[in-house]
């Protein structure tokens, strides 16, 4: 498959705990994004990459989210402390030049 | 900043009839508009685009058009199947924004056979 890979697709976890996703996007793709997504809404977003240079992060993102992007390949998004506030899917795209961006399955976060 | 606003929330229609969504932006300067559709559970999956040098794009039974100047664009879906059945979500990138995309709220359609 060489379209965009998430994991994992689920997570379930206690509030307080800390969690982490993978994104791997599409290889040639220099443009990584970081969404978040609740029931009956569209897309937020959340952060952004080109190659691994973090631009631009959403000033609705608290202090406890963090993201990285090492070598311009691969991303992780942590979130620290989880709260219930926290629950929803993460969906990550990339893109190449300003084209269209091409969205992974998610990982859809669940905090108890 | 760019915000986005999509019409209608949501949208019935009888299999075979048309269906337009309609989405409006504020930012002059965006010049790349994607739409997705989203089918439950599922990713959203881009199934058209239009940049703003053109006024229309037309791809099979879906067309978009852009309108620069009332800064709106609509997507138009024709002889509708029950398969089009999803939540379509309209979105711009902004030129001075480090391209992300802004999304638009979607609108839930649902093709009755």
């Known amino acids: 498959d060489t379209g965009v890979s998430q994991n994992p697709r689920h997570k379930i976890t206690k509030r307080g705990q800390n969690v982490t996703f993978r994104c791997d996007p599409i290889s040639e793709h220099n443009r990584l994004y970081w969404y978040r997504q609740t029931l009956g809404q569209g897309p937020e977003f959340l952060t952004y990459f080109q190659n691994e240079a973090q631009l631009e992060k959403s000033r609705l993102l608290s202090d406890r989210f963090s993201a990285e992007r090492p070598k311009g390949s691969f991303s992780t998004l942590e979130i620290q402390r989880t709260e219930q506030g926290d629950s929803a899917m993460y969906l990550c795209?990339?893109?190449?030049?300003?084209?269209?961006?091409?969205f992974g399955q998610g990982t859809r976060l669940t905090v108890v | 900043g760019e915000n986005v606003e999509q019409h209608p929330s949501t949208l019935s229609v009888q299999e075979g009839d048309s269906a337009v969504i309609k989405c409006t932006y504020s930012?002059?300067?965006?010049?790349?508009f994607p739409w997705y559709k989203q089918e439950l559970g599922k990713r959203p999956q881009l199934i058209i685009d239009i940049r703003s040098n053109v006024g229309e794009k037309k791809d099979q039974r879906i067309a978009v058009t852009l309108n620069k100047t009332a800064k709106h664009f609509s997507l138009h879906i024709t002889e509708t199947q029950p398969e089009d059945s999803a939540v379509y979500f309209c979105a711009a990138i902004p030129v001075d924004s480090s391209y992300k995309l802004i999304f638009g709220s979607g609108t839930r359609l649902l093709v009755r056979p």
């Open positions: 795209a990339s893109s190449l030049g300003q084209s269209g961006a091409f």
């Open positions: 930012d002059s300067a965006s010049n790349y």
